[in-house]
């Protein structure tokens, strides 16, 4: 009896490890077949409106220089070192803001206290790593529609709708990890149709820029 | 206050040269000669007169803190005393720190003394040590005040952070943040603090309004583009585009149920607040190209107008942190963007490139411990070059046109130290080392304290400094300077209101 506990305890672990993978990211589902019940183009089904409970204690912490970094470089796949540079060459995260971001400078400065919340550079200076990355993310998205992470199907300058909307939810798993909700998918589609409207050089490709600066300057995404 | 225009004050300013001022900068040859700052260009630009963008208050003051980081002793300076004062008072001038007559110089009407040095420090590769600090005290005599002090700790991090607060004399306030409550409210970044180790405290104080409070910076070569959400990048967006995608990210968190549940957080609050008020607001004041003074063709960034004169003045800026720091207080002050900046050498050793040819010694002032006099002279002419270089350039540029004012007439230099240095040395020997010492003094400068004038006094026999009456300013002994009466007294010299601080009242520092 006791050996048969000990073979079925093996059995759930090693199901359970399989799982996982090793993956930080969820496992892109297939927009067209989502597990979740829903419309197949990444809008969460109909449930009942959130009443927005709000939280008591409020408790959420600001992401700091090296999580943030792990973070952006997760959700678009790109190298961190690659994220910001200043003039090509020093890190914005930990070379340049990374005071302003959390981080220390025992070495240069003797500073060995992060600050102990954002000070008042600290929303500009995400905003500039964001629109960096983001940028460097489209640039590469439709360079190479082939290996595009985020933005695929959307290259032509009539995109569809339904590409539109698997790269938002293809942006949203990757960065908040879940599916976005009807109404978000109908912001930022709201968004393409004002940058269609006017007469950009290549308005798809900055569409994907403001969209993922969008999400990715959210309160959502940078608190946890 | 005399009639004075900003064209003249510039031919005066740098008729008489910083680089007349100091014996290290004799050396390098800085090239600041012509006109560096064209105050009077016919463009109408609003970043060179910064009245004219409606920043200032004529009432504003203006404070910098230059940390000695390490240990500056006032014995070695403006407060050193001779061998035969000490021999005359009873003392052993062999075993006290003291000076020979021909390494003094005194001004007739001045209680101030200047160095002179020249030895070698060995233990810096023979390093060659040649100052004179009289050509500093000539020129800027009347502003200078030197008042005692005794700190309460000889740790470096403690002490510093002591040098800013007072030990926690008024709710744990620094005395920048306290400026900065005072004068800075329509700032855009009031208090700036670029210094090392205990002078980048931040206070303790939770109920400081936002506006004082500290903005820390590391590197101020490249800070400034931090104020900006994409000049200099290779990804630029345009700015009406990029307002649609704040509006739409604004949209997107109205549905976020993490919005909707943590939107009573005081983080997230504070962060929106945050982001409402300071992003745009950097923006239109263009900081970015108010404060950079970086060379970078190409780059989309225009510059502050007075950057090559900058970076002809303060030449090793690429390098030296501490340079490039005097120029960043330079341009926070005049371009209306702080009321208070921080800046100090670090820790760091750093040479020219020449393994001989130091700018900072290892640990600062603290390789004192190594080499005391040789130490302190390299370090003290340091300081005095680059306090120097910012008073003659603040003289230079106008603060009121109405009155005439300079930025200097609104400013204060406060030299702060964490403490002094133990008052022996090896007997018969130049090359002595020393250890830390609560007992001290510090140097202020500006035209509102009482200038050419030392509070309390030092003793002959003993080299270590005693009090003042703290209204008066007479010297009083076996009386001790805490660190809360100096805070005091830097603060009321400032003209900052301390109603309801509790603090004691200090006039003495005050111009009367």
Known sequence: ?224 | MKRITRRSLIQQAFAYSALASCSMDKKKKHSVGGAPIQPDADDGSAKEGPNSAGLFDPNERFLIVLGCFGGASINDSFMALSESQVKAAGGDPGKLNCFSDQQLVRLSGSELTAVKIQKDIDTLGGYKVDTDQSTFLKKHVQDMLVVTTNMTSVNHGVAQMRSLTGNDAWRGRTLQEAVALQYGKNKPLANINMGSGGYSFVGIDKELPEYARQYTVSDPKYWPLGLHSSIGLSTQIESELLQLARDSRNGLEEISNFNRTFKGSAEVVRWKQQRLDKIQTFEQLDLVNRLFFLEQNGSGIEGAKEAKMLRELFPNYGIDHFEAQAMMAYLAITSGVASAVTLSPNSAALTSGNVKDFINPPIAFDFSHTDHRGTQAMMWDRMLSVADKLITLLKAMEFNPLTGESFWDRSMIYFATEFGRSKNKEPGSETFASAHDLNNGSLIMSPFVNGNSVLGAVDSKSILTHGFDLNSGEPVKGRLTSEKEFYTGVLTAMDVDLTGSGLPTVTAFKKS
């Open chain 1, 1 to 224: 009896m006791v050996r048969l506990k000990y073979v079925l305890s093996l059995i759930v672990i090693a199901s359970l490890v399989g799982s996982c993978g090793g993956n930080i990211l969820p496992q892109e589902t297939p927009v067209a077949n989502a597990p979740d019940g829903s419309d197949g183009q990444g809008a969460e089904p109909k449930k009942p409106e959130f009443n927005g409970a709000l939280s008591e204690k409020g408790n959420v912490k600001f992401k700091r220089q090296a999580v943030l970094e792990a973070d952006i470089a997760a959700t678009l796949d790109l190298p961190k070192d690659s994220l910001c540079n200043e003039f090509g060459q020093f890190s914005c995260i930990n070379d340049i803001h990374h005071l302003a971001l959390g981080g220390v400078d025992a070495y240069d400065n003797n500073i060995y206290d992060a600050i102990a919340e954002p000070i008042a550079t600290t929303p500009v200076i995400l905003e500039r790593i964001v629109i960096s990355a983001c940028g460097l993310r489209a640039e590469k998205d439709f360079a190479n529609e082939g290996s595009a992470v985020v933005f695929k199907g959307i290259q032509s300058e009539k995109a569809d709708p339904i590409s539109i909307k698997e790269s938002i939810t293809r942006l949203y798993q990757r960065a908040l990890l879940r599916n976005p909700k009807e109404a978000e998918i109908n912001q930022l589609i709201g968004l393409h149709e004002s940058l269609q409207a006017r007469s950009l050089s290549e308005p798809g490709k900055q569409w994907a820029q403001l969209a993922c600066y969008a999400v990715l300057t959210s309160v959502e995404y940078i608190f946890y």
